[in-house]
C-alpha cells in the first residue's frame, strides 16, 4: 500500500470546519483512500473512502485532489465528540488484499 | 446495525494461562479481522478471515491461534503470552475482503498479562 503523511496535530474550534490533509503521492489507479477515527480507548470508527471522486456522507466530506497525490477529509461542524485520532489509509487490493495498514494519524483536538 | 461486540472488555492472564477472546457480528460480513494495539501506537493488524477462512497471517507467533467456527463468530486463542504481548486486541469485520469495503470495529479486549 502506499504511504501517507499527515501532520501529528491540529486544532479546530468548535462549531468551525475541520479540514485534515493527507498526502499519498505514491498512490497507484487502483488504490482507495480510506478514513477512519479513534476516540481514546475505543476501537477505530470508519469515517468515509473514495477512488477517484469526492465523496460525501453523514459524518464528512472527502475531497480528492485530480492527479490523487493528496487528499482533505472535511469535518463541517466539529464539536468537542470530534476529538480523536484520524487515520488516512491507502489501501489495495492485490497481495495486501483486506490488510489495512494504520500510520500515526492526526490528533485532531477540537476547543469549546 | 454496524456493531462488532467483542468479549470481554478487560483480561487479565498469567503467562501460564489459557484464555480466548471473542468476537461477534450479524451483519451478514464474510471477512473479520483481528488487529493488535499497543499504548500510544496505531492498530497492526494480525489475522484475515474471508468466508471461515484463514486468508491472512501477519507472521503472528504461534500464541495466539485464531478461529473462526462460523460466518459470525471469531475467536482468540491465547496460550503462553508474554508481558509484552498485553494490549488492546480489536475485531473487525467486512462484507468483504477488499479495498472497496470498509471495516467495522468492535471495542477491544484490554489484555494485561502478567
Known amino acids: 500500500d502506499a504511504k501517507t503523511t499527515q501532520p501529528t496535530s491540529m486544532d479546530c474550534a468548535e462549531g468551525r470546519a475541520a479540514n485534515l490533509p493527507c498526502n499519498h503521492s505514491t498512490i497507484s489507479g487502483n488504490e482507495y483512500v480510506y478514513w477512519y477515527r479513534q476516540i481514546h480507548s475505543q476501537g477505530p470508527q470508519y469515517i468515509i473512502h473514495?477512488?477517484?471522486n469526492n465523496e460525501t456522507n453523514e459524518m464528512a466530506s472527502l475531497i480528492i485532489t485530480e492527479d490523487r497525490k493528496s487528499s482533505t477529509l472535511i469535518l463541517p461542524h466539529a464539536t468537542l465528540r470530534d476529538t480523536a485520532v484520524y487515520y488516512c489509509?491507502?489501501?489495495?487490493?492485490?497481495?495486501?488484499?483486506?490488510?489495512?495498514?494504520f500510520g500515526q494519524g492526526t490528533i485532531l483536538t477540537v476547543h469549546p | 446495525d454496524t456493531e462488532v461486540t467483542q468479549t470481554p472488555k478487560h483480561l487479565v492472564m498469567g503467562m501460564t494461562n489459557k484464555k480466548s477472546l471473542k468476537c461477534e457480528q450479524h451483519?451478514?460480513?464474510?471477512?473479520m479481522y483481528w488487529y493488535k494495539q499497543k499504548a500510544k501506537k496505531p492498530p497492526e493488524l494480525m489475522f484475515v478471515?474471508?468466508?471461515?477462512?484463514?486468508?491472512i497471517n501477519e507472521s503472528v507467533p504461534s500464541r495466539f491461534s485464531p478461529e473462526c467456527p462460523n460466518s459470525s463468530l471469531l475467536n482468540l486463542h491465547l496460550h503462553a503470552l508474554q508481558p509484552e504481548d498485553s494490549a488492546l486486541y480489536l475485531c473487525?469485520?467486512?462484507?468483504?475482503?477488499?479495498?472497496?469495503?470498509?471495516?467495522?470495529f468492535g471495542p477491544g479486549t484490554r489484555l494485561t498479562v502478567t
Open positions: 489509509i491507502v489501501h489495495a487490493g492485490g497481495t495486501s488484499y483486506g490488510k489495512l495498514t
Open positions: 473514495g477512488l477517484k
Open positions: 451483519m451478514g460480513h464474510r471477512a
Open positions: 473487525a469485520s467486512s462484507q468483504g475482503q477488499g479495498a472497496i469495503y470498509e471495516q467495522y
Open positions: 478471515y474471508s468466508y471461515e477462512k484463514l486468508s
